[in-house]
């Protein structure tokens, strides 16, 4: 791995020396993860003029599942109390110290990440620096997915398959969302995974199909819907999984309508997807199925959304979305309809990008999505 960081340090690098740039600040915990590997919380990577920084309070976690930083990286540990620094145990104005040591004039700092007031604390420690903004450049950097990165996310949602399969094989009727909620994280954890990738949903009856609920402590009844949307995170790269059920009885007709029409539209996204595909071609894709059947209020703002170090990324699937698919770009296909007072449906997988030649969209998440009754 140590030299797939590098060469990621190295397009940077590439990137802000263009702009005229002697070094760069990167402070965002996925995006130094993405170059350095894992390290400590609150590091803060310093690319310099004549070396790459770590910087980091504390020395990095030896827990084998955490990960270490890539053991190219010279790395520097800030006492805490900041005793012979200059900058205090502040990791961001610590590196921007020393790369006025390197004989930087300029740093490129991610001000999309830094408060207002630790931008003015570089300032202040590193007066001769000209501070530029490195921008969104690592994130565009995280879009297109190695194929190391795609196997960690191959295994996230074999995990997450595993755990949501058990929990529909256990009685369901009379517990509550919170505590189904519960039990799946805990089964996420016992299948391998460093832990959910999001708040796990679990809705029931009407708060069933409802992007984003929070479980309460609703009790599942016969005839319910049953939506669940879950993650796993594995070596940090997270997936998505989400799917609707019904509870205990044979589904009536409005709930077989509805899946129904919710799942030809997630499929008529899902056969979007593919490189050189305009992103929003792909929301409309998905969206028009909903819209056409009269369910134009209410959609979600966006169909999917790419996932990795972190569980929303770019591109966004999106009706004003800008943009444009590559190869090997992992996204999430989420259509769902919620109907107030009744309930709804939600259908949730993870994809990676594939062109037709290697057989189109490769499907992460394979619990079934038939309708069934539990």
């Known amino acids: 791995m140590s030299e797939v960081y590098a060469t990621r340090r190295s397009r940077l690098r590439d990137h802000f020396t263009a702009a005229g740039t002697a070094a760069a600040l990167v402070t965002r915990p996925a995006n130094v993860r993405y170059l350095a590997g894992a390290a400590p919380q609150g590091s803060a990577l310093l690319l310099g003029r004549r070396e790459d920084l770590l910087v980091c309070v504390g020395p990095p976690d030896d827990r084998v599942c955490d990960g270490r930083p890539d053991e190219n990286l010279l790395l520097r540990v800030l006492p805490p109390n900041g ?60 879009v297109v997915k190695d194929e190391e990165e795609i196997s960690c996310l191959r295994i996230g949602a074999e995990i997450a398959d595993q755990a949501l399969g058990e929990l529909l094989e256990s009685i369901l009727v009379g517990r509550t969302e919170r505590h189904l909620a519960l039990e799946l994280e805990r089964r996420l954890v016992d299948h391998g995974a460093d832990g959910p990738a999001f708040p796990t949903s679990v809705a029931t009856g009407p708060n069933s199909g409802r992007r984003g609920h929070r479980p309460t402590d609703r009790r599942v009844e016969e005839g319910d819907f049953l939506s669940v949307c879950l993650g796993a995170t594995y070596r940090g790269y997270r997936c998505e999984i989400g799917r609707t059920f019904v509870i205990g009885t044979s589904p009536a007709d409005w709930q077989v309508e ?31 199925v909903l819209d056409s059947a009269g369910y134009a209020e209410g959609l979600s703002p966006l169909t999917g959304h790419g996932v990795g170090l972190e569980i929303d990324e770019d591109p966004q699937l999106a009706p004003a979305a800008m943009g444009k698919l590559d190869a090997c770009v992992p996204v999430t296909v989420e259509p769902g309809v919620h109907l107030p007072g009744r ?14 030649a290697d057989g189109g969209p490769e499907l992460l998440t394979i619990t079934t999505k038939e309708l069934l009754a539990l």
Do not use: M, N
């Not at 300032?123 to 001769?128: E, L, M, Q, Y």
């Not at 309930?343 to 037709?356: A, N, Q, Y």
């Open 343 to 356: 309930g709804g449906v939600r259908i949730d997988d993870t994809l990676v990008v594939r062109p037709e």
């Open 83 to 142: 005793v012979g620094v200059g900058a205090g145990a502040d990791t961001a104005v610590a590196a921007a110290d020393l790369a006025v040591a390197q004989d930087a004039d300029s740093l490129a700092v991610e001000e999309h990440h830094l408060t207002v007031r630790r931008h003015r604390a570089i300032g202040s420690v590193a007066p001769g620096l000209r501070l530029a903004d490195l921008g969104a450049a690592v994130e565009q950097l995280r």
């Open 258 to 288: 509805l899946y129904d029409l919710v799942f030809a539209a997630q499929r008529a996204g899902r056969e979007a997807l593919a490189p050189g595909a305009v992103c929003r071609d792909v929301d409309r894709a998905a969206r028009q």
